[in-house]
């Protein structure tokens, strides 16, 4: 019952920082968990980041750990991807996902997810 869709995207030189967000429509945004995962050409979908109900509790995979942080605002319907000092290697197609319960890793565990945002940070 919850529709997201991301923006943020773009392209970037490495070094640069982005912040991606994600707007929920329905009714069960504020009790839902959120995550980021990115998918990059031929490879699996990975995570990201994630952040429980009421923001009080994130994670960060190790990939982005000290550079990415995640954050909400449930008053705007809205999850946010933090990204500062941004690497090639993080050239993906970006995408916010939700799920009832606590925040989790992996993939099959989200029920929703938007169409995903491009970002591109070039050497």
């Known amino acids: 019952q919850v529709q997201l869709v991301e923006s943020g995207g773009g392209l970037v030189q490495a070094g640069a920082s982005l912040r991606l967000s994600c707007t929920a429509s329905?009714?069960?945004?504020?009790?839902?968990?959120m995550g980021w995962f990115r998918q990059a050409p031929g490879k699996e979908r990975e995570f990201v980041a994630a952040?429980?109900?009421?923001?009080?509790?994130?994670f960060v995979a190790a990939s982005g750990e000290g550079r990415f942080v995640i954050s909400r605002d449930n008053s705007k319907n809205t999850v946010y991807l933090q990204m500062n000092s941004l690497k090639p290697e993080d050239t993906a197609v970006y995408y916010c996902?939700?799920?009832?319960?606590?925040?989790?890793?992996?993939?099959?565990?989200?029920?929703?997810w938007g169409q995903g945002t491009q970002v591109t940070v070039s050497s």
């Open positions: 996902a939700a799920r009832g319960g606590a925040p989790t890793a992996r993939v099959v565990e989200y029920d929703a």
């Open positions: 329905g009714r069960t945004f504020s009790s839902s968990a």
């Open positions: 952040i429980n109900w009421s923001g009080g509790t994130t």
